[in-house]
């Protein structure tokens, strides 16, 4: 039986056909001892206020596209310039001007991260980050892990977020067990004390409209209790024939300052999907190369609409605290319990029917070309549980300057779930016939897992004129244990792994600040292998140099970083024993990265990227492997976006945008045969604002290029996105 670990995934499930398919808080809000440069007497202007008040602390709103502060990769309120590893902050006016309808659309103007690798995935976000896939362990809301073990993840609607922040490299000395690549943290929408209404609404040319709303303003005159209040509905169709769509979310938040010194925030969440299926799984002749019978469409509709499901339920709710004892020790909590119930069915392409073998075959057959179909179902309960405990003190020796932290943090993780597979008729990528009836499925998983994880940590940032240090240490335990009604193998292991980074960086009074950084971080691997053996974690090794730049002539942050990322334990395929997995691969990951942004004037702003890998398998019970690049990842990606909005005259409050970006070309499979090739995508807005009331139209994919993300297999290939405009019109008062 395949090691459970890989079961999991359903692009692996799908590849081994039918028959063996397989607290942490938010660091501090409050600005109060950070956020702010103390003005010259005398000097203090609205026009200064302003500046201080967006962007001003870790989780507030970004000043247009160039971020201050940030809590991802310290855990405090911290200018990003300070922090030894590339860090990376999309605010919400970003996300706004180019409309981003998903997580992993908000990421794909920056630096390190492939996002989208799998095209457009209605229920689920994808995204690498320097060559690895972040998407399972690799996503955090408000500082604290929103774990994915298969199908049991979780969604978020970037419409209720202020941030998504990407730190790039190890992550495992702050928040455990995570991501080798590096980790999106995900900031919630806060609590405000000025009154917020905001109403938008929106439709694309797909036909899929929606309506959303964001309140808040304080509850009493004091301010001592405010609140904020978000939500948006959506529906129609999709780029997919027959796809169709439905999700709705909604998240209060709650927050009670009884006094300068303390602070309550509550938040939750709820959401709703009930969709259709979307998107790839589609054969690499007939999408990057033609088939006899020309290329299958972009829209094509592999499922049966009237089996076709996908369905789920989505809780959430925490909260963060904090108290100042004194000017010097803070104490703050952090927790959250979520939990999400999903369905899935219906079938899957799996490469081309071979009439003579009943298998799949990589080749269509003369005369259909039918493609063949893997029936899939999978109903999956989680419910976890995170919370972080926080000490931070502030504090001087001698000429050192330290902003110490101490941590005791842990998570729960429980998933149930039934997945079953079985036969799937084959369908025409040309004249597909839809209602014929599909075969039983049979379930192969029946599995009840749980993790748990505890970890204590500490940081000391220290201060030394220009000169700044930062060391991290953390020891972490983790226990699994899997039992499997399906005659899956049972498996219980712990492991104990202890993770640090040192990282040194020099601020220069122009700005300028050269960093370097060592990291070691650790991952805990699910599953076990033929003799029943649990998997050790995977380990990572990280050296970074960078600089970063904040010009003292215009508003602005340039981040360029080398970095040297080698991943050990990965599991390989077991060359002695079929449909099993080995923890024997290594690889590494060597780069450079350079983004930008700006507010290079009132009403001038850009972003720009480059990401350049050299990535390669070291380690490898198969020989002829070992110098390959992996499969899916590009070792090239670039972007830009540039935006611009009249500021006065007739045409005050007319706006453009315009972004290009470019992904450079991928293999299918790990031996290096055959290549998806490049594409350049461009993407457009124009939009208008009167008063309080604005309009957007935003096209992505302007010249609706037709181009294949990536390849998982030469049976897996997925179509990027094509050209869809989306039309807003919002007002706030």
Known sequence: ??????????????????????????????????????????????????????????????????????????????????????????????????????????????????????????????????????????????????????FGGFYIDPFVLERIEVLNGPTAALYGGSAIGGIVNLVSKRPTTEPLRYVETGINSWGNGYAAFDFGGALDKDKIWSYRLTGKMSGGGWETKEAEDFRGVIAPALTFRPDAGTELTVLGSYQNMDLTHTGGFLPYIGTVVPAPYGRISRGFYYSEPDIDLYRRDQAMIGYEFEHALNDIWTLRQNFRYAHTDSKERGPYPYGYLDPATGFPVATPVAPDFLLYRIGFNHHTVVNTLSIDNQAEAKFGTGPLNHTLLLGLDYKYYNIDQIQASGGGTPISPVNPIYGVPQGPTVPYLDQDLTMNQIGFYAQDQIRFGGWIATLNGRYDHVSTKSTDKAGAANFSDEAGEFSGRLGLGYEFANGMTPYVSVSRSFNPVIGSDFSGQGFEPETGQQYEVGLKYKPTFFDGLITASLFDLTRQNVLTSDPQHLFFEAQLGEVRSRGFEFEAQANITEGLKAVAAFTAYDIEITEDPNAALIGNRPNVVPEILASGWLDYTVQDGAFKGLGFGAGIRYVGFSYVDNENTLKVPAATVFDGAIRYTRDNFTVALNVNNLFDNEYVSSCDTQYTCNYGAGRVATLKASYKW
């Open 1 to 150: 039986m395949k090691a459970l670990g890989t079961f999991m995934n359903r692009r692996y499930v799908l590849s081994m056909g039918v028959s063996l398919v397989s607290l942490a808080v938010m660091a501090a809000s409050s600005g109060q001892s950070l956020a702010q440069t103390q003005p010259a007497s005398g000097e203090i202007s609205l026009e200064t206020v302003t500046v201080e008040g967006l962007g001003g602390n870790a989780t507030g709103p970004v000043n247009g596209y160039v971020p201050n502060r940030t809590a991802t990769g310290s855990k405090t309120d911290t200018p990003i310039e300070e922090i030894p590893q590339s860090v990376s902050v999309i605010g919400r006016e970003a996300i706004e001007d180019r409309q981003a309808q998903k997580v992993d659309e908000a990421l794909r103007y920056t630096a390190g991260v492939f996002a989208q690798p799998y095209g457009e995935d209605s229920d689920t976000d994808w995204f690498f980050i320097r060559g690895f896939d972040a998407g399972q362990t690799g996503v955090f809301l408000n500082n604290l892990p929103l774990y994915q073990y298969g």
